[in-house]
Nanobody, 124 residues
């Protein structure tokens, strides 16, 4: 059974940092591109970042570039998303998702496996 499990969310003050983890079981993450998405209250799920299966490419949406960093540790079957300089507008449930192959997609439609999400709240 395939499972993706996110962890590392929580409550942080504006300007703070969190590191989210996406740990996989039942599949080898190095065969998949892994995306991070988030869903803000009352809004559709949106892409945040992605790392290709070979770690050859990392992608970020414009507002996250420079603040967020995605990385993977295939030996631990885990992908990380480092969130720095957090803003209240980053408050959301963050999900990781896996799509087979090399390519990252910005559209959640392509992702086959999803985690249950982890809540990030940025508030003073």
């Amino acid at each position: 059974q395939v499972q993706l499990v996110e962890s590392g969310g929580g409550l942080v003050h504006p300007g703070g940092s969190l590191r989210l983890s996406c740990s996989a079981s039942g599949l080898s993450l190095d065969d998949y591109a892994i995306g991070w998405f988030r869903q803000l209250p009352g809004k559709d799920r949106e892409a945040v970042s992605c790392v290709s299966s070979t770690d050859a490419g990392t992608y970020y949406t414009a507002s996250e570039k420079g603040r967020f960093t995605i990385s993977r540790d295939n030996a631990k079957n885990t992908v990380y998303l480092q969130l720095n300089s957090l803003e209240p507008e980053d408050t959301a449930v963050y999900f990781c998702a896996a799509v087979p192959g090399l390519i990252c997609y910005g559209d959640s439609f392509y992702y086959v496996f999803w985690g249950q999400g982890t809540q990030v709240t940025v508030s003073s």
